[in-house]
């Protein structure tokens, strides 16, 4: 359920429960949450500095990220984010190179001409609502491609990851019964893709995954239908949240968003310090296989714990003058892909396309802002900009 006064609350990636102050603005609450070290909330732990974010992610086999620590509607462990060492590594080996920045460039071309065709769309009118114009549409349509889906399909992504990450339901019994729901949809839907590729191979990931092998055996539908749950979740909202924040942040910062315009090279590095500022996946979730002392406080064994990235990423230990937007920013280790074993196995595409989306914007739109007397609309878990109208002069 989502209302702009009101509160919000998700299953599936965790239950939140805020207002739209402090989902547009949580960098306040960090140095407080940072100064407390670990808080011990009612049913999970906190762990809020650089340093001890990194402990946790470095170290799997204390901080598992297997099925107890996260429920996203799947009846068996999502490859590979909720296979733990050594196994994890062979998938990792496996997806890795699909993922490298050598594959990834070859994308650049079509997401270019995507972009165009969704900015073409709308340049002339002088206004548009982002979410719906660019940030849901791109990364859903890259994902599409890249599995081979038909593009028609594009709706029904859009529920099955809306029914995971925010069910729209009264209560969390109701979303977590409405994310389990789902989740027997998209197997169904994957299941059903993966014969058909067996009968008939295309040029697409699905088809790439059936002839795959590790250690001389091949995958099994059962592992087709984990990866592709994954990439499902993992690939759209998240990029979408990301370009959401990124330009609400730039249309409210003028200064920031002419410096773009008149000197793009800047770009990838706004692309990482605005990642690094807005953080959209705010917390990952573990839990505790061992008891185990972090920043003078135990944390129970089979304790459920968020590693707060959003957090780490404004720690002044780590980031000088962190609360500093800084496209210049040298030695940006931000967490915003998560850290060990586990980092963002989509990062140089999400990289990629956020990277096409500002260009291309500021060098065909003019200075944005937000319509006068509109207010963007943030989502709570996954951080993004569910309803973001901008305007613009046109010639
Ligand atoms: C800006 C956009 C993105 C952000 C901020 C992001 C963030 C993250 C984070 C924080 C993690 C670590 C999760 C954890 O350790 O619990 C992660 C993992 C992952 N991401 Fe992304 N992600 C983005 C885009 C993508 C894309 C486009 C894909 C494409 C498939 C993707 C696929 C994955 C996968 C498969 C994992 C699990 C890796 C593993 O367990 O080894 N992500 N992502």
């Not at 003028?254 to 692309?271: F, G, N």
Request: hydrophobic share 45%; with cysteine.
């Amino acid at each position: 359920m989502s209302d702009a006064e009101g509160t919000q609350e998700m299953a599936g990636f965790g239950q939140f429960s805020i207002d739209q102050e402090t989902a547009a603005n949580p960098q306040q609450f960090y140095p407080m949450m940072r100064e407390m070290g670990i808080l011990p909330m009612e049913d999970m732990t906190i762990i809020t500095r650089h340093e001890d974010v990194m402990w946790a992610l470095r170290h799997p086999e204390v901080f598992s990220s297997n099925m107890d620590a996260i429920d996203i509607g799947n009846v068996r462990p999502l490859i590979p984010l909720q296979i733990d060492p050594p196994d994890h590594v062979k998938f990792r080996r496996l997806l890795d190179p699909l993922f490298a920045p050598r594959e990834i460039e070859k994308l650049e071309g079509a997401v270019r001409a995507l972009v165009t065709e969704l900015i073409d769309t709308f340049i002339d009118q002088g206004t548009c609502e982002f979410n719906s114009a660019v940030a849901i549409p791109l990364p859903c349509t890259v994902f599409l491609r890249l599995m081979g889906l038909p593009l028609e399909d594009l709706d029904l992504f859009l529920r099955f990851k809306d029914g995971i990450i925010r069910p729209p339901a009264a209560d969390l019994a109701e979303g977590r019964a409405l994310a389990r729901a789902t989740g027997q949809e998209i197997y169904a839907y994957f299941e059903q893709v993966i014969s058909e590729r067996r009968e008939r191979p295309q040029d697409d990931l699905i088809t790439g995954f059936i002839g795959a092998e590790i250690d001389g055996e091949r995958l099994t539908t059962e592992d087709i239908l984990d990866i592709s749950y994954l990439f499902l979740l993992a690939g759209l909202d998240t990029v979408t949240a990301s370009l959401g924040c990124a330009v609400a942040y730039l249309a409210a910062h003028p200064d920031r968003q002419a410096a773009l315009r008149s000197d793009p090279s800047l770009i990838p590095a706004a692309v990482e310090e605005l990642l690094r500022w807005e953080t959209p996946v705010p917390g990952i979730l573990r839990v505790a296989t061992e008891a185990v002392e972090l920043a003078g406080a135990t944390i129970p064994a089979g304790r459920s714990v968020t590693c707060l990235l959003a957090s780490a990423n404004t720690d002044g230990a780590e980031f000088a003058d962190p609360e500093t937007v800084d496209f210049e920013r040298s030695g940006n280790r931000h967490l915003a892909f998560g850290a060990g074993v586990h980092r963002c196995l989509g990062s140089h595409l999400a990289r990629v396309e956020m990277r096409v989306a500002l260009e291309e914007l500021h060098r065909r739109v003019p200075q944005y802002e937000v319509q006068p007397g509109e207010t963007p609309i943030f989502t709570a878990g996954i951080r993004g900009v569910e309803y973001l109208p901008l305007v613009w002069e046109t010639a």
